[in-house]
């Protein structure tokens, strides 16, 4: 009861002003406007600043990337650091004051969240009919502890990639999720500068009524990364985390994420789902809402269309339980790229392969979904542009229409 | 046939691959675009591997990506800002009105003027400092040279896209004029004088880095504020990747001072001549110089009074410099101004309608940006305890263009006479005496971490690489 109160500290955002150029990127960037200047400085609002690492790398001149551990009560003030022309000597903080520095404070590091790699166009609403989604409920600052409920390999032992099914609890505490959303899971432990590791966003597998129907729980589709993007060895820090926790662990997580990649509620809408890998995880998700609402007696009239690619059908996650999907539920179109004696296929040549069926749906009541790796996006674009020409559809204003009803979204990473 | 991947070698987010008679245009163009670059391009750089800063889209993580490339494959992209949903036309007399997505017919021709005078400047820079890798004093401020050049190669991208893709032939037409233009020459000049100016020497570079592109950074926000919405988006994005530009020129000069003021204190000596005679670069030089490079750069902002400036705003194809973020009715039609001239021997102020004096109001604004860094400068040199101040000189002292270009008016802003000017132009602008002793000082440093004598080295690199890291590899 007359404990002292603990100090709590917080590694506060700062600019040095003798580098600063004031050309005012950073408060331009800044997406919860904590930047702000006056004639002389340009300054971080300690109370705003959430440190989502936004401005760091477009700033031209490094001065924004200073980080000073203080007590929160004394922070410095957005009128103190106007009137600096040089930032103060950072005070030492003794190492044992430091250790009763909370969680929220060890995740503030100076690094940003993902965000989407897409470069085409996507829409910024969700579809009409979507349900409202929860977000940022939990966040890097006050996460949620969820329980590992299962940890399973879905591809083939005898193959190299490692893909996993993930399964998190989160008992009696309340985490609503929609089809399409994101959650964010924060590995412990600091990075080799001593920063704590940034976040890493999962779209979740799982539908809204939780991995097992009426559960709390929701289920990610994990690939452990050993290869970066060009190829070169290196190992993820949340994928590897993820992958080899044992059923029972805890976990931090964030969320959920995402207010607009969120599938249509009506049930006329149909769904055009094209994947690649991991990027399967919210098609599972819809898809499987879709078949709960057909085995509880709510047929749906809308049609669900799938073109998946993976190297091989021992590496497309889920591929046992999709090929059980009978065919007048799902269209399903798997295009894999490495089979010995077999010409690599992918996702754009069985769109053009099915170009009817395709450009049938496109002309109707339909919602497009793209994700997986940002190399698809071309090809996938260039067929879909195709279909479209070759059955007499505009792409170019389908495309727009369709972007600004909520009707076509692409997530690529 | 073409067999270059254009989707590819070309990173848009504008859907290029979807728009085959755009893709084709670029097509043609871009190889007039490298031969370009290997002609008019930084001097024998073509082999260097280059620590570059890459776009590869247009949010924060995105658009900053380092790597060492050589530079005729840097990947020029087309990158509009993202769209805002529901812009409007915000000012002029189609304010309220959704904003354009395609040239509005009546104003074709002033948007391709436009866009031209814009992306003319672009490749003019790049000619300009073609061979100033020569003379570079470090290998990180080589780097910093080369990636204003392939930043300046990329705003051309920008232009040339507008141009193909919003004008049609005539656009092509122009795309093909904006490389055949080259600074200096006699014939085909650039359009701007400015930009037809030499940029022989680094403390040169580094003014007009300063000080023109921050003309670049006022123009850029003017047509970002543009109801033409793909011209808005386009600027808005090329303005993030301006602010590398200023903030060379700024710690550049800031870095020369710097140096200059350590060899003054450690001497003991203030007199030019004897600060000359230990290798470091006199303060009345770069005041000089920069009396020269801010004079030049203010002319950019054309007449005092122009028609054009009104018709283009009312029209709302270019605003004013933070548009939105001023309080009043953005039709400025009662509005007042004042501009400068010349009554009963002495420089006056007089009141204009403000719509056509809004050159006049974006020189102002311009002008006030600058000076504030002048101000951090004179702080490197108070720290060192001297006594010196850089001033700017007054807006009216050595104009081409405008009402004052008729007259002389001294750095402080009195009227004079062609005798006084003739008697004192050396004290105020550079001398080739002045030129020569600075370009006797530029020798080629680029070992890693190594600095010529006469500027003192970075306070910190790039991307948090350390300043002795090996920013461009000499192959």
Redesign the interface.
């Known amino acids: 009861m007359n404990a002292p109160e603990p100090i709590a500290f917080i590694r506060q955002h700062l600019i040095d002003p003798e580098i600063c150029i004031r050309c005012n990127t950073c408060e331009e960037t800044c997406p919860i406007d904590a930047i702000t200047h006056d004639s002389r400085n340009y300054v971080v609002d300690a109370d705003i600043c959430n440190a989502c690492g936004a401005c760091i790398s477009p700033c031209p001149t490094g001065s924004i990337d200073h980080w000073h551990t203080v007590a929160k009560s004394a922070a410095y003030s957005i009128d103190e650091q106007l009137s600096w022309d040089e930032l103060p000597v950072e005070q030492e903080v003794d190492a044992s004051v430091l250790d009763q520095v909370s969680v929220a404070d060890e995740a503030v590091a100076g690094d940003a969240v993902q965000t989407n790699a897409a470069t085409s166009i996507s829409s910024s609403t969700p579809p009409w009919s979507a349900a409202h989604p929860y977000v940022n409920l939990y966040t890097l600052k006050t996460p949620i502890t969820a329980t590992i409920a299962g940890n399973y390999r879905l591809t083939a032992p005898d193959v190299e990639s490692d893909i996993r099914h993930i399964v998190l609890d989160f008992g009696t505490q309340v985490f609503p999720i929609l089809e399409g959303q994101s959650i964010g899971i924060i590995p412990p432990g600091v990075d080799a500068n001593g920063k704590p590791h940034y976040m890493r966003m999962y779209s979740v597998a799982s539908p809204r009524s939780g991995e097992r129907d009426g559960y709390n729980n929701l289920s990610l589709t994990v690939k452990r990364v050993v290869v970066d993007h060009d190829g070169k060895p290196t190992v993820g820090v949340a994928s590897n985390y993820l992958c080899d926790l044992p059923k029972g662990a805890n976990v931090q997580v964030a969320g959920p994420f995402g207010v607009n990649y969120l599938m249509p509620n009506h049930p006329e809408a149909n769904l055009l789902m094209i994947c690649t890998g991991t990027g399967s995880a919210p098609m599972r998700a819809m898809t499987e809402h879709r078949r709960r609402l057909l085995a509880k007696g709510q047929s749906a009239s809308g049609k669900l269309m799938l073109f998946f690619g993976a190297r091989n059908s021992a590496e497309l996650p889920y591929f046992g339980p999709l090929l059980k999907l009978p065919a007048e539920f799902i269209d399903k179109n798997f295009a894999f790229s490495r089979v010995a004696d077999q010409p690599k296929t992918y996702v754009q040549d069985k769109i053009l392969e099915a170009g009817k069926a395709v450009a049938e749906l496109l002309a109707g009541d339909t919602y497009l979904y793209v994700c997986g790796l940002k190399g698809m996006e071309t090809g996938v674009m260039a067929a879909l542009t195709e279909v479209s020409a070759q059955h007499g559809l505009d792409w170019a204003e389908l495309r727009t229409k369709m972007v600004k009803e909520g009707r076509f979204h692409v997530e690529t990473y | 046939m073409s067999t270059i991947d254009y989707?590819?070698k070309i990173?848009?987010?504008v859907?290029l691959?979807?728009?085959k008679t755009l893709q084709r245009a670029l097509e043609h163009w871009q190889p007039n675009y490298l031969q370009w670059w290997n002609d008019m391009g930084p001097d024998g750089s073509t082999n260097h591997d280059v620590y570059l800063r890459t776009a590869i889209?247009v949010?924060?993580?995105?658009?900053?990506n380092f790597g060492h490339v050589k530079m005729p494959d840097y990947r020029w992209g087309i990158f509009l800002a993202q769209a805002e949903?529901g812009r409007k036309v915000n000012f002029g007399e189609n304010k309220g009105m959704n904003a354009w997505q395609e040239v509005p017919g009546e104003h074709r021709a002033n948007l391709r003027r436009m866009i031209v005078t814009q992306g003319d400047t672009e490749p003019a820079s790049v000619e300009q400092q073609r061979h100033l890798g020569l003379t570079a004093p470090s290998n990180y401020d080589l780097r910093n040279l080369f990636q204003i050049n392939v930043e300046e190669g990329r705003h051309l991208w920008a232009m040339v896209y507008l141009l193909h893709k919003y004008f049609g032939r005539d656009g092509r037409e122009e795309a093909e004029a904006l490389l055949q233009r080259n600074s200096g020459d006699q014939d085909k000049p650039r359009i701007l004088e400015a930009f037809n100016e030499e940029t022989p020497d680094w403390l040169a570079f580094y003014m007009f880095t300063y000080f023109t592109d921050r003309d670049g950074?006022f123009q850029l926000n003017a047509l970002a504020e543009s109801g033409f919405d793909p011209l808005s988006r386009t600027c808005r994005f090329m303005?993030?990747e301006?602010?590398?530009h200023?903030?060379v020129g700024?710690?550049g000069i800031s870095r020369i001072i710097n140096r200059t003021c350590q060899v003054m204190k450690e001497f003991g000596i203030e007199d030019p001549e004897q600060v000359r005679a230990k290798g470091v670069i006199d303060l009345p030089t770069i005041q000089r110089y920069l009396n020269f490079h801010f004079s030049v750069t203010i002319d950019l902002f054309g007449a005092d009074q122009s028609s054009n400036a009104a018709a283009f705003y009312s029209a709302g194809l270019k605003g004013r410099y933070e548009e939105m973020k001023r309080d009043d009715d953005h039709l400025l039609k009662g509005g007042q101004y004042r501009i400068l001239e010349v009554s009963n021997g002495a420089l006056v102020e007089r009141e204009v309608p403000m719509l056509n004096a809004l050159n006049e109001l974006l020189r102002d604004d311009y002008i006030r940006d600058s000076v504030?860094?002048v101000a951090r400068w004179n702080?490197v040199i108070e720290k060192a305890g001297l006594s010196f101040r850089l001033v700017t000189p007054h807006k009216a002292f050595n104009r081409h263009i405008g009402a004052m270009a008729e007259f002389k008016i001294s750095p402080e802003g009195r009227l004079i006479s062609e005798t006084q000017w003739q008697a004192n132009v050396g004290n105020w602008l550079p001398s080739e005496a002045d030129r020569a002793y600075v370009a006797s000082l530029m020798g080629r440093v680029i070992e890693p971490g190594k600095i010529a004598g006469w500027i003192a080295p970075p306070?910190?690199?790039?991307?948090?690489q350390p300043i002795d890291y090996e920013y461009v590899r000499f192959n």
Not at chain 2, 59 to 64: N, S, Y
Not at chain 2, 459 to 464: E, T, Y
């Open positions: 989707s590819d990173p848009n987010n859907n691959s979807e728009d889209n949010t924060p993580e995105g658009w900053a949903e950074k303005l993030t301006e602010a590398h200023m903030f700024e710690s504030a860094g702080r306070p910190i690199g790039i991307n948090r």
